[in-house]
Structure formats: structure tokens, C-alpha cells
């Protein structure tokens, strides 16, 4: 998983589409939060990896926060501030 991972936090940056802010691990479950710019084109370049040798069962979801709501919202209750 962490090659893969790489691998798309490696394109994501250097097309300049979006980066990795957030993962959440728990056992048997990750989940990545990725701020894009573009969800097309992040899509285009997560279809475009080439292919692994394990395939990863995953689901995508879209939300738009553009304010970085949520990423502030985790940061925050990480920091213990509000």
C-alpha cells in the first residue's frame, strides 16, 4: 500500500493537482484526504498509475471545501484548540 501511496502522492505533486493531508489508520482501514485543485484530474492521474501487482479494494468521494473546513476542524482537534 505505502508504494502505491507514493506513487500517487509522487504524480499528484509533480502535475501540481493536489496533495496528500490526512491519513487515517485503523486496523484493516486507511483513509487519505487528498486537497485537490482539479477532481478530473486527479482521477486522470489515479487511472493513469501504472498497474500493482495487489489491487487495492477502494472507494473515492468527493467533497468540495474550498475554506479547508475540514482539514482545520482535524488540526485543530489534534491541537487541542478551537
Known amino acids: 500500500m505505502s508504494a ?3 506513487l ?3 504524480q499528484l505533486e509533480a502535475l501540481n493537482i493536489g496533495q496528500l ?3 487515517f489508520t ?3 482501514y486507511r483513509e ?3 486537497h485537490t485543485n482539479s477532481t478530473n484530474a486527479f482521477m486522470k492521474t489515479l487511472n ?3 498497474d500493482q501487482t495487489h489491487q487495492f479494494p477502494i472507494e473515492i468521494h ?3 471545501d474550498a475554506n479547508g473546513e475540514f482539514y482545520n476542524s482535524y488540526a485543530n ?3 487541542g484548540t478551537s
Open 4 to 6: 502505491f501511496e507514493n
Open 8 to 10: 500517487l502522492c509522487d
Open 21 to 23: 493531508v490526512v491519513v
Open 26 to 28: 485503523l486496523p484493516g
Open 32 to 34: 487519505y484526504v487528498f
Open 48 to 50: 493513469s498509475l501504472p
Open 62 to 64: 468527493c467533497e468540495s
Open 77 to 79: 482537534g489534534v491541537l
